[in-house]
């Protein structure tokens, strides 16, 4: 028999579907899973993006450019100019969602063995990426305490070696909700430019801020703007997860080329799903404000239900829809695998994700779980009551 | 300025793709191209997949599995059944096309510095996943003169080392047009058996068969049923290549829960373009006559042609839509170049692929180029007219 290769051997397994078997069999068992483990929003698409598809006159579904077609990248630029980004038409390579941008953007910058520092926990999938183009995440652990703010830049200092080619951060952050203020990530743009480093921002979450905080891009900073590369998605911003996709943004050429390389490679992104997509730039302002104001009350409803658990920990978010909380348990990863074989309340139970597959640190928030809050109010409520019960069985 | 890496420096250029910007140019100059160049078809995508996208009732565009939605998969392992391929949903993995399929496959079955022996000229963007994936690929040359059929199993015996990890074929073949037959296929089955190699076989074009052969499938051997692994897309099949829809299949159970892993960390292949890729298994035969009707006689018409031109030799393709042509010119990609750059008659001129691109081997395809025949057959008549007179200049 051939002999399967340990690189694939290392790949992690996702996270976020690693209990997907034990809810599937719940369900045989008739028990109604709350699935808060996935960023998949109940939110529905705006109509525009899906009319467009269906009234879209295809013959022939072609290959589109593998940069992706001009008339999504000319209206995509002026959609961030709205945002203070500053980009071109070719400044954008369109991909299969941001996996495959990031995916792109690490094998362009970086060889195997090269390093790259994420603060953690971080969204699992960077793993992944990394595995696959056999890259090494220096990770520095960001804390419950202080909300998962922005680490100390000396802890930045103390892992930069020559093999160190980036710094990776997601804003706002999955899966902490954290969203770094302009102070932090202009101590982030230093830093880059002290060491000459890439720094690559996750900003799919860009519209989903709370309390008044705005999202601050590291486009923005035009002093680093060949080190800055913005990774994005109509996954979230428009509840498209289902499109595929994404983007890479950069004003370094050299990079945009580079990506282009990988992007001919794969031949284009999907053709229905750029349609889907350049529809989208349309959606009205309105939609956002609805669509924010129910994430806002049902974080709300989260944070204050999770609050009166007793031993829970849980860090507000002020972006996304994610938060990570701290269970009186030592192992999360039990407690959710038993929530979903062994648990129910009034035939009913729930899915979340053990935090420990966002940290890369070993042994680190083993006691955390990732909250993903995609359900509306009334099922947050059941969720966070069977939460609140389940703990209560599960320490006797 | 950061350092862009040498590895994302080495990823080759897209062969078909290089000379497009010279067409663009000789656009804006008012002289239309016959883009031979890719095999983009000009043939209709099958109706009822289109409408089923039309006719989707999509409220939230979601994540599907990452595998594949479970009823695509299974109407997809009936679709294998009717072409004497036995095999069950679970065997299936779904991914963004056929490229996205291969990166899956040699990521999960190589590691870094391992080897894969391919036949040569193979499909250019093999080249791209293998770079990407950093491995090695031992070309072993095929022979215009033999019509590039399968070279001597003694030629891959003496590149196999400890390394060889693989052989990839794709059948029908891309850019020769050759169509293994069943006692290549065993002889290749022997080889993987008595080294313990995988076999990996593009078998995108099954369905482009001409003269009364039949595509033979490594899948059909049973003996080889833990190292086959079939690669498909539904791009050429339905001529839905902006889909984005192929899949990984194999009866290795430890490669696909491996390749599964990789299919997760990019979340999930696009949803409308599952949609209509189900919907296309519905597709009546009647369909395919008729497309295959059309690209015999356009093969036919265009080696007619191609043979009235002094110099020039053809091989006669027996499937896919591409033949190989050698030129009477010491190298074909200044030719090529120069037939947009310089060259018009009638304000028209001709893309076409160079094969250098399609060859590993250092020096060797020089002068030959790869010609897709999506045209339809009054335009490759145009089209084998210019470059019978472009070549008359070119020499003189």
Redesign the interface.
Known sequence: ?????????S????PI?KLVPYAEDAKKRGIKVFKLN?G??????PTQ??DA??N?D???????R?EGSDNYRSKLAQYYSKKNISVKQNDIIVT??A??AL?FTL??????G?EIIIPEPFYA?Y???SV?N?IKILPITSSIEDNFSLPKISEFKKLITPKT??ILICNPNNPTGYLYSKEEIKKLVEIVREY???LIADEVYREFTYDGYKHYSIMEEESID??AIMIDSVSKRY??????IGCVVSK?K??IK?VL??A??????????QI?SLAALETPEKYFDDVIKEYKKRRDVLIKKLREIPGIKVSVPKGAFYCIVELPVDDANNFASWLLKNFSLNNETVMVAPAEGFYSSIDTGKNQIRIAYVLNEKDLISATNIIKEALIQYRN
Chains 1, 2 share one sequence.
């Open positions: 028999m051939p002999n399967i290769s340990i690189k694939g051997k790949m992690p397994e996702s579907r996935i998949q929003p109940d939110i529905e698409t993006a899906i598809v269906k879209s295809i013959k022939i579904l072609a290959y589109s593998s299969s969602g996996s495959e995916f094998g362009s910058i970086m060889d195997p090269d999938n793993n992944g990426f696959a056999g080619k980036a000459d480093l890439f060949q080190n509840s498209m997860c289902g499109a595929r370094n050299e990079l580079t390389k990988f001919q490679a794969r031949l284009s992104p999907p053709t229905f799903a889907a």
